[in-house]
Nanobody, 125 residues
Framework: QVQLVESGGGLVQAGGSLRLSCAASGRTFSSYFMGWFRQAPGKEREFVAAISSITYYVNSVKGRFTISRDNAKNTVYLQMNSLKPEDTAVYYC?????????????????????WGQGTQVTVSS
């Protein structure tokens, strides 16, 4: 069982920045494929970014968001710069521990085994 706890969400003006953190349990965190997803009201949960030894991003956040990880701290981060109102959503951290997402479909919510509770990000215009 892996537990994921997100933090760092909040209210920010357009153009501002936030840094999300996701702390994970488990002794083999370095082997987990980690992802960030978001879900806006009335919309499906969508892929934002993922990281193994390389990084992946949805086109809408490329150049603005950066995903990183610190395996010594069992933590994955999402640095979000130049935030826009359309970035407003609940952001979720997810872990693929069985190696499905890393092989194919890292954008697919069904490829991830564990999810955090989410953290709200609100960007005002």
């Amino acid at each position: 069982q892996v537990q994921l706890v997100e933090s760092g969400g909040g209210l920010v003006q357009a153009g501002g920045s936030l840094r999300l953190s996701c702390a994970a349990s488990g002794r083999t965190f370095s082997s987990y494929f980690m992802g960030w997803f978001r879900q806006a009201p009335g919309k499906e949960r969508e892929f934002v970014a993922a990281i193994s030894s390389i990084t992946y991003y949805v086109n809408s956040v490329k150049g603005r968001f950066t995903i990183s990880r610190d395996n010594a701290k069992n933590t994955v981060y999402l640095q979000m710069n130049s935030l826009k109102p359309e970035d407003t959503a609940v952001y979720y951290c997810a872990a693929d521990v069985r190696g499905r997402a890393v092989i194919a479909g890292y954008w697919d919510v069904k490829k991830y085994d564990y999810w955090g509770q989410g953290t709200q990000v609100t960007v005002s215009s």
